[in-house]
Nanobody, 114 residues
């Protein structure tokens, strides 16, 4: 089973920045960040494949950047210009190319105050 270890969450004022990190125990083709607020559906924030293809939800485009270091099996989420509506538990997700193996991280809380 692939292990995902997350770090970087915290409390920040609106307009501030945070950088989240997720380290996988093995190489994974697809890695992504999701978020979930209480009472809301889990939603994709950003994703990246091992060859560098990225995807972002519209509400974070221009503010968030996803990147990875394949040699370290690590994915990052740089979050700038944070807004109160970004407040959520952020979860790391990783899977192999065909989805035969996948894992979720434990989640890290991001709170943005107004």
């Amino acid at each position: 089973q692939v292990q995902l270890v997350e770090s970087g969450g915290g409390l920040v004022q609106a307009g501030g920045s945070l950088r989240l990190s997720c380290v996988a125990s093995s190489s994974m083709y697809h890695m992504a960040w999701y978020r979930q607020a209480p009472g809301k559906e889990r939603e994709l924030v950003a994703s990246i494949t091992s060859n560098g293809d990225t995807n972002y939800r519209d509400s974070v485009k221009g503010r968030f950047t996803v990147s990875r270091e394949n040699a370290k099996n690590t994915v990052y989420l740089q979050m700038n210009s944070l807004k109160p509506e970004d407040t959520a538990v952020y979860l790391c997700y990783a899977r192999t190319l065909l989805g035969s193996s996948f894992s979720w991280g434990q989640g890290t809380q991001v709170t943005v105050s107004s």
